[in-house]
């Protein structure tokens, strides 16, 4: 069984930088292709960034673009999320999530194309 654990989140100041990291665990875990995602009070899931399974080509949402990076490191099975020049309009509940499909040059977008999900971590952004 696939797991996913997130960390990092907590409360930043508008303008800084935040780092949240996402360990997968489990059979095959490490082929996964992965992603984060959002979701603020009364809104839907929103896509942040997603990191293909092989060659970790990247692509992240319109709300982050050019703030934030992708990344991952296969010997510690961790894919990493840094936001820079936060903004209160990026307090949500991040979740990352893994793809099982063989996604090995593409970068899954839609929730719909994840299989696992992490429980979350809060990222909150004072203005």
């Known amino acids: 069984q696939v797991q996913l654990v997130e960390s990092g989140g907590g409360l930043v100041q508008a303008g800084g930088s935040l780092r949240l990291s996402c360990v997968v665990s489990?059979?095959?875990?490490?082929?996964?292709?992965r992603g984060w995602f959002r979701q603020a009070p009364g809104k839907e899931r929103e896509f942040v960034a997603s990191?293909?399974?092989?060659?970790?080509?990247?692509q992240s949402g319109d709300s982050v673009k050019g703030r934030s990076t992708i990344s991952r490191d296969k010997d510690k099975n961790t894919v990493y999320l840094q936001i820079d020049r936060l903004k209160p309009e990026d307090t949500a509940v991040y979740y990352c999530?893994?793809?099982?499909?063989?996604?090995?040059?593409?970068?899954?977008?839609?929730?719909?194309?994840?299989?696992?999900w992490g429980q979350g971590t809060q990222v909150t952004v004072s203005s």
């Open positions: 489990g059979r095959a875990a490490s082929t996964y292709a």
């Open positions: 999530a893994g793809a099982s499909a063989p996604f090995d040059l593409y970068t899954p977008i839609s929730s719909s194309q994840f299989d696992v």
């Open positions: 990191i293909s399974r092989r060659v970790s080509n990247a």
